[in-house]
């Protein structure tokens, strides 16, 4: 799930001790303002597609008679709905989910309930570039956040939120985790991220007070 479409519901945002937990959930106003935006394009879809259903005949004849228009048009509707219905159909997927995040143990275990799926999974920490200090603009002003960064993108973990995210928190959670400060160009890298230098042992090597 795009990071832009998560709530950070309850953390523990100080990063000074493992297991660390995060719950998300997805936030319904980007959700319905992205819905607004794609129901124009989907309306001025179906035009040509009712279209053809009310004169389904005459169009098989023209279709016949001139093929090569034909698939033109085939391959335009079917442009359309890559570009429209797709996003829509997973916008809609995404309302109502939830997400669990922790640490520990030298794992990152992600689990998702949506509102026709389930899943989770598992991935070690070393897998993880670092961390990147991420400043996002939205509707409502700037988001800071701080994502863990994988390789894959998908497998990037929000971690934090907040109006504004002070460097010492940064430096608590890169040394609670035992992972580098990334730049946030990390997470549009293509390909593999780079892999964590070991600059320091993982916080949950240590013994931690109780």
Known sequence: ?????????????????LPFSV????????????????????????????LLAAFATPALWAAAEHPGAAVQVVLGLAVWTVL??????????RLGTARDVRIEHGLVTVREIGLFTARSWTAPLSDFAGVAHHVRSTLSGLRHELILVHGERAKSVLLHAG???????????????GLPHVPA??????????????????????PLAA
């Open 1 to 17: 799930m795009p990071q832009a479409m998560l709530v950070v519901v309850a953390s523990n945002p100080e990063f000074d001790r």
């Open 23 to 50: 719950a998300q959930k997805s936030s319904r106003a980007s959700a319905v303002i992205m819905l607004l935006l794609l129901i124009p394009a989907v309306a001025t879809m179906l035009v040509p597609i009712s």
């Open 84 to 93: 429209f219905v797709v996003p829509t159909k997973r916008i809609i997927q």
């Open 163 to 177: 109006d504004n995210i002070p460097p010492a928190t940064l430096d608590c959670a890169t040394t609670l985790l």
């Open 185 to 206: 160009g990390e997470l549009y890298r293509f390909g593999a991220a780079r892999q964590p230098s070991p600059i320091a042992a993982p916080a949950f090597a240590k």
